[in-house]
């Protein structure tokens, strides 16, 4: 399967976009999409994340569990990686660059339980992807659920001050929201 | 308002809904009753990491399992199966309930957990495959000329379908309360 990278970028972001198509990442795109400031320091703390992770486990299922023939063991070791990982970005942000980690520090906890995160890891290696595919497909991944975040987050701001039958306040008005907002994305399917 | 992101994909069938809440039940159920076991030996300092080594190891047992006696609910469930490990339910049970308490509450506590998940699981499982593709359970319910309405099978559909069910949620509660 040969794709290039640009069609892999657009596939995730726009086609396939993993909130929207595949349904990763919805409980922090419901969770933390009320207010457009967290929204953005969610979606910065994901990208990095999921980035940096998909590399690690590309790198760990390709040198330890293929070689060793233990590719059973793969959700432990990637929950592991990742779990690890948060924690030690979380530690390195504090020391390196205290701005960024006052910008999202409390969202990192959050991303361990992120199930983008470990769905795009693992869905890197069922592809068959290289490395810097794996990487572009991380990026693009993680791109596309910072637009949805923002998008949804835009439009609670909104609704927030709409006038919103009583009984579909809050969470329902947002799934339908996301609905609509899925089937408009479905307008760039064909696309790549 | 917690596990969303299975629930929402694997609904599209009755059949798929069923497996994933006999998964999500048998991952429950095994890890609250290992995790309470061993809940005076974790360490307080490190027992998240060591609950998601219990349920990663389930979720793997389960995994395997399915690739073993159920394979086109294994192919059909797919990614889904080893993301039930971030599935936010079952680290919640374990850390609000089988790591404070004895293993049979904490048996009988996995096993409510996970026929509740079952109920709503199912409930839009039956309603998506229902009005998506106008079967119950692969079988056919309204004849040869029906037009199913596939938007409910597919993600956005989910969602609305979702938002309406919440909402008619909401309004059968008030309306209990009230009278």
Known sequence: ?192 | MIGMCSVLAITNTVENSLGMSAAVIAVLLLSNIVISTIRKFIPSKIRIPIFIVVIATFVTMVQMFMNAYAQSLYQSLGIFIPLIVVNCLILARAESFASKNGVFLSAMDGLAMGLGYTVAVVALGAVREILGSGSFLGMNLFGENFQAAAVFVSPAGAFILLGILIGIFNVTIKSKATN
Do not use: H, W
Not at chain 1, 20 to 32: D, E, S, T, Y
Not at chain 1, 39 to 65: C, R
Not at chain 1, 130 to 153: E, K, P, Y
């Open chain 1, 1 to 192: 399967m040969e794709m290039s990278l640009f069609a892999i970028m657009v596939s995730t972001i726009l086609v396939n976009n993993y909130v929207f198509a595949r349904f990763l990442g919805i409980c922090p795109f419901l969770g933390v999409s009320n207010k457009m400031e967290t929204a953005t320091g969610m979606g910065f703390a994901v990208t990095f994340v999921t980035t940096l992770a998909s590399i690690i486990t590309y790198i760990i299922q390709n040198t330890i569990l293929n070689t060793l023939g233990l590719q059973y063991l793969q959700t432990i070791v990637f929950i592991l990686v990742i779990a690890s990982l948060v924690q030690f970005v979380e530690l390195a942000l504090k020391k390196i660059s205290p701005g960024l980690y006052s910008a999202m520090g409390v969202f990192l906890p959050l991303i361990t339980t992120n199930c983008m995160v470990l769905g795009v890891a693992i869905l890197n290696i069922q592809e068959g992807f290289t490395l810097l595919q794996t990487t572009v497909n991380a990026v693009g991944a993680s791109l596309g659920f910072f637009l949805a975040l923002i998008l949804i987050s835009a439009l609670r701001e909104k609704m927030d001050i709409a006038d919103i039958p009583e009984a579909l306040a809050g969470f329902p008005i947002t799934l339908i929201a996301a609905g609509l907002m899925s089937i408009a994305f479905t307008g760039f399917a064909g696309l790549v």
